[in-house]
């Protein structure tokens, strides 16, 4: 059995502080910092992938052997290790609201071994569309998971069957190529297929630093309908921990895209039952915004050279700053009304200016996988809720080594920048 994680999806999902506010528990010492750290556009793509069940968690072997077609086993036979749907759970299409019958997990798993190319599949998992989760009394959505060896080693592979909201932003950055300011990777591309759907193939690591040589490959499709699929590989038998067992993970990006393309998914995606199915974000943008990025290139100070910025993003955005002593990464969310989380994020020590904007500033280490890279942080919150946090790093990027000793903009210059008046107006 690989090393696991036997975290349950519910208990991931709760690590997932909002949509539009924080980011994933990385354990860092608190909230604001991880929030400006990750920003909204790479935690829509984390809650994507963590929603589909397989982001962040190690392979569960239960046993047994599966021999793919051209590929010899063990003992020559076939052995079914999906789990069956839990004791006195049966449901129906009615009964679920889904679009289409239910799908079990044995039908999951011989979809992944008929699209597998031939070699011997192990350590298989599957949960189809008609099973509730054993943390809650709800329905879980549905993945399948194994340890395949082509006969060049061991490879982790899984797939995650989820819904997004079709149309929506959210949608869009699931097929996104990240940005290598947050994300390190080798390459990635993103293609419009015939359907309409949005194919990203991305080849990266598990790790930001690249330690221990884990690489990790996925495929993400989004269909106009909201079906979104996600395959992941790695080049070891368990995308943590795990010793590197080959050069590269087995699937090409070809047959990447097949298997993320395969039919059998999407049936499995309309199978969710639709209660289940995520709903528009209530601040999804319905029409133009501001770009963050470009109204924070225009608040900085002289002195510093701007050497990379960010793409338009109404939520979030960055720019890369020089002064002449080393580059150094500033990053902004600008959320609208958090009022919800004002008390956790700013307490009775918080600063208050005239206007009753509340501030609260943090120095801290930044990822913890860089030695000596630290992060700088100001978080604010106006009246009416509007969050503008902003964070400066002594790197040009959050995944590369420190270039100097502290982030190119002082603490009082970040506050400047994010209580100005301009704010208001995005958005």
């Known amino acids: 059995m690989p090393e696991a994680d036997h975290d349950s999806f519910e208990e991931r999902f709760t690590h997932v502080l909002r949509d539009t506010g924080a980011a994933l528990d990385t354990g860092r010492r608190d909230l604001a910092a991880e929030g400006a750290a ?34 010899q086993g063990g003992d020559g036979r076939q052995q079914s290790a999906a789990g069956s749907p839990k004791a006195g759970i049966t449901t129906t299409a009615a009964e679920t609201g889904a679009a289409k019958p239910a ?84 390459s990635c591309s993103t293609t419009k297929l015939a359907d309409g759907s949005a194919l990203m193939i991305l080849k990266g690591y598990e790790y930001p630093d690249k330690r221990s040589g884990t690489k990790l490959w996925r495929a993400e499709l989004v269909t106009p309908t909201g079906q979104f699929i996600d395959v992941q590989e790695w080049n070891a038998a368990a995308e943590k ?106 307490g009775a020590d918080a600063k ?16 913890k996988d860089i030695a000596g890279i630290v992060m700088w942080t100001v978080d604010t919150i106006r009246p009416d809720g509007r969050r503008v946090v902003i964070s400066a790093f002594n ?8 270039t100097r000793r502290a982030p190119a903009l002082t603490l009082s210059r970040l506050e400047k920048i994010a209580t100005d008046p301009k704010w208001n107006t995005l958005g």
């Open 38 to 71: 990750r920003g909204r556009r790479l935690v829509a793509r984390r809650r994507a992938a963590v929603a589909g069940g397989v982001a962040a968690v190690a392979l569960v072997g239960v046993g047994g052997a599966l021999v793919l077609p051209g590929g």
């Open 103 to 186: 799908v079990s997990a044995a039908s999951l798993l011989g979809a992944f071994e008929k699209l597998l190319p031939g070699g011997r599949l192990t350590q298989t998992e599957a949960r189809g569309t008609d099973e509730r989760s054993s943390a809650k009394n709800m329905y879980a959505t549905p993945y399948v998971r194994g340890v395949y060896d082509d006969g060049r080693g061991k490879a982790a592979i899984s797939v995650g069957i989820n819904r997004v909201p079709p149309g929506t932003q959210e949608a869009r950055q699931n097929t996104q190529c990240p940005d290598k300011a947050f994300i390190a990777y080798d």
């Open 241 to 346: 921990d795990a010793p590197v067992t080959r050069p590269e993970p087995p699937l090409s990006a070809a047959r990447l895209t097949a298997l993320a393309t395969a039919a059998e998914w999407r049936t499995a995606a309309d199978a969710i039952p639709a209660s289940q199915w995520p709903k528009p974000a209530p601040n999804e943008p319905k029409g133009p915004t501001g770009s963050v990025s470009a109204t924070l290139a225009g608040l900085l100070p002289k002195g510093v050279e701007i050497v990379g910025k960010g793409n338009a993003d109404p939520e979030f955005g960055y720019v890369v700053v020089d002064d002449g002593k080393g580059a150094s990464l500033v990053q902004l969310n600008d959320q609208p009304d958090m009022r919800d989380v004002e008390g956790e994020l700013f």
């Open 352 to 367: 208050v200016l005239p206007d009753g904007t509340k501030v609260v500033t943090h120095q801290s280490a930044g990822d």
């Open 395 to 402: 790197s040009g990027a959050q995944t590369t080594a420190p």
